[in-house]
């Protein structure tokens, strides 16, 4: 891999490669790297195993000090790929408080903020069996 970010590269064994490629990705790419599995009524629901994380989501806490807490996104930090929930935080020795950050795998989404016409889009309702997506159909003439 050459200093600067390649759309060619696509994989590698070596670690270091792994996090070059994912340090030096442009804002659009690392959106992707920011996924969290969704819950269980959410997989059935939309057919799918994980989503982007968007500020208002709400998500539970799988690991560290803080597990098995409910929070709403509040902050998507792209540059650094972590994600700050509201209400969550830690008290330094002078008394101010800062917030947590947390890695998106350590997260699960319990509901999704569904004000974005392009999440929905995106989501598309698939259906459990097939992964195939749900389309209405319309009343088409036959053919004869």
């Known amino acids: 891999m050459k200093a ?5 590269w696509t994989a590698s064994k070596q670690p270091r490669k792994q996090r070059k490629y994912r340090y030096n990705s442009p804002l659009h790419l690392k959106h992707r790297f920011l996924n969290s599995h ?4 959410l997989r059935k629901k939309y057919g799918k195993r994980s989503a982007a994380l968007r500020k208002g989501d ?4 799988m690991r560290g000090a803080f597990k ?5 996104v509040s902050v998507v930090d792209l540059k650094k790929g972590r994600v700050s ?6 008290t330094k020795k002078d008394g101010t408080k800062v917030n947590v950050y947390f890695n998106p795998s ?3 989404l319990q509901s999704l903020s569904l ?3 392009k999440r ?5 309702k698939k259906s459990a069996e097939g992964g195939q997506e749900i389309k209405e159909k319309k009343d088409a003439p036959k053919k004869n």
Do not use: Q
């Not at 709400?58 to 806490?61: G, K, T």
């Not at 098995?68 to 709403?72: D, H, L, S, T, V």
């Not at 929930?85 to 830690?90: C, D, G, Q, R, V």
């Open 120 to 124: 929905i889009k995106s989501l598309g």
């Open 4 to 8: 600067d970010f390649s759309k060619a």
């Open 106 to 108: 350590s997260l699960m």
């Open 38 to 41: 969704l819950s269980g009524e």
């Open 68 to 72: 098995k807490k409910k929070a709403k």
């Open 58 to 61: 709400e998500v539970l806490v």
């Open 115 to 117: 004000d974005d016409k």
């Open 85 to 90: 929930l509201e209400n969550i935080n830690k």
